[in-house]
């Protein structure tokens, strides 16, 4: 133990005014234990204090030059002396060692109060005192083995706690009970991308962590946590993901008065996806489950959002018949409710008059009653200026090339480039090898087949997601 005194004055009549005990090293009842150099040691926890009084002194040190205020000096004493303490207090100092000591006396006081129930008090005093360290140790368990409200209070409103924290305090004492402020606090301090992944891998249920927000909203209201409840639900959705966050509105659609939260949880949602890459790109499953999620809370907006993002502006035809029609077709089967809601009716209406303008403007064109196709290469070497002749010849029907590879695949690239009426075929027989070009009637052959799927499709959404079906239209004959 190092004794210092401290003082001020001119350099011959110094007043010594303040003394620090600082311990260097402990020895404990069977062996030295190391602590912290520089740990202070108030007086009073010495037992007798005395018995430094009377110390030699081993060192000093005076600094004259310090202005009006005269010199300032320090000496110190170094001496080994035996502190006196009841073996409660042994406990109580262990928490101004530092994290290791503090801890390994708490295990110690559990395992003593688990042998003998009279040791409670005693360890209540050091948990206490223990939480209000702040340590990052999670002593929740205790807290609830002893049924202890006033220290789950003081838990809540310290910093070490995390989400399994929440849930055992929440199971044990019920959310009535508890501090809701300081629970809303502690959940918007841990519900973390990395708390939710720790979670998962644990196979735990995240949509328990919104459950307690909602419970706290039912006790405080929304407008009274309005700001930390929306943070809190938009780090849930941005770290479990939409399907996960669609998954805890259809949870709370088994709660009474959780339109709040629902609405929130939509809203973040909707954010998500907007600011999401090629959304537009997701499963019809994916866009399924999320109108049905939607319609079932009364989030009407958000589909005509979400609807808007996914009406095609381009690829119309492929992106009618591979997202929209399997889209409306599965939401047929969901119910006549979210059929017959507005967003949906907008979207069959709007599938509906591209399927007949696709189908009226396919079936105009007319069956090619030659051989010419209309398509022009733009390049001016003679190669490509004979094929333009031959493209342009009603009977002509194919066109060798016998060139060198450079020149045959010069043509058939720029060939392929303004038509796929052409077939393509390198004969290798002599030298150099000859590119035959074949006409054949692709675009007409794709054209029939693209009226059939459409009149097809569009008799589906009229015979299974309208309530009055029209008959189907009557199919043009190709010539």
Same mark, same amino acid.
């Given at each position: ?75 110190? %004493?170094?001496? /080994?002396?035996? @502190?006196?303490?009841? $073996? ?6 262990? !928490?101004?060692? &530092?994290? *290791? ?35 990052? %140790?999670?002593? /929740?368990?205790? @807290?609830?083995?002893? $049924? ?6 003081? !838990?809540?409103? &310290?910093? *070490? ?265 390198t004969v290798k027989q002599g030298s150099p090898h000859t590119l035959v070009l074949t006409k054949i009637r692709k675009r007409y052959e794709l054209n029939q087949k693209y009226i059939e799927e459409a009149r097809t499709n569009r008799n589906h959404i009229y015979l299974f997601a309208t309530s009055e079906p029209n008959p189907p239209t009557k199919k043009v004959k190709s010539k």
């Amino acid at each position: 133990m190092t004794k210092t005194d401290n003082g001020i004055g001119e350099p011959h009549h110094i007043e010594w005014e303040d003394t620090l005990y600082n311990v260097s090293d402990i020895v404990g009842e069977s062996e030295g234990t190391g602590v912290p150099s520089g740990f202070e040691l108030h007086e009073s926890d010495i037992i007798p204090t005395e018995t430094l009084e009377d110390l030699k002194i081993a060192g000093e040190e005076i600094e004259e030059d310090t202005g009006n205020e005269g010199a300032t000096a320090s000496r110190w %004493y170094k001496s /080994a002396c035996i @502190v006196i303490y009841p $073996k409660r207090f042994k406990y109580m100092l262990a !928490l101004r060692f &530092g994290d *290791s000591f503090a801890i390994a006396a708490l295990n110690n006081l559990w395992e003593s109060y688990l042998c003998d129930n009279s040791t409670k008090n005693q360890f209540v005093k050091y948990l206490k005192s223990f939480i209000e360290k702040d340590f990052r %140790y999670s002593v /929740a368990n205790y @807290v609830a083995e002893l $049924k202890e409200l006033s220290l789950a209070q003081l !838990l809540l409103s &310290g910093r *070490s706690m995390d989400i399994k924290d929440v849930k055992i305090l929440t199971s044990s004492f019920g959310i009535n009970t508890l501090n809701v402020f300081c629970l809303l606090e502690v959940l918007k301090r841990s519900l973390t991308h990395n708390s939710y992944n720790s979670y998962d891998r644990q196979n735990q249920n995240n949509t328990l962590n919104i459950e307690i927000i909602v419970n706290c909203v039912h006790i405080i209201g929304l407008n009274s946590c309005k700001t930390v409840v929306g943070n809190l639900i938009s780090n849930y959705v941005g770290s479990i993901g939409i399907l996960k966050s669609l998954d805890c509105i259809e949870l709370f659609n088994d709660y009474t008065k959780n339109t709040h939260i629902t609405d929130l949880i939509v809203k973040y949602i909707i954010k998500s996806i907007m600011t999401a890459n090629n959304f537009e790109n997701q499963s019809t499953e994916c866009l399924e489950k999320i109108l049905v999620v939607f319609y079932k809370c009364g989030a009407i907006t958000e589909m005509n959002v979400l609807l808007e993002m996914i009406i095609p502006h381009k690829n119309r035809f492929t992106k009618y018949n591979s997202v929209i029609y399997p889209l409306i077709m599965k939401l047929s089967r969901a119910g006549s409710g979210i059929l017959n809601s507005e967003p949906i009716q907008m979207l069959i209406r709007k599938c509906l008059t591209f399927y007949d303008s696709f189908i009226n403007t396919l079936s105009k064109i007319p069956a090619p009653n030659n051989w010419a196709i209309d398509a022009t290469i733009n390049c001016l070497c003679d190669d490509c200026r004979k094929c333009n002749t031959f493209l342009k010849s009603p009977t002509e029907t194919t066109f060798n090339l016998k060139a060198s590879q450079q020149k045959r695949t010069h043509l058939e690239v720029n060939a392929q480039s303004v038509t796929i009426d052409l077939q393509f075929k390198t004969v290798k027989q002599g030298s150099p090898h000859t590119l035959v070009l074949t006409k054949i009637r692709k675009r007409y052959e794709l054209n029939q087949k693209y009226i059939e799927e459409a009149r097809t499709n569009r008799n589906h959404i009229y015979l299974f997601a309208t309530s009055e079906p029209n008959p189907p239209t009557k199919k043009v004959k190709s010539k």
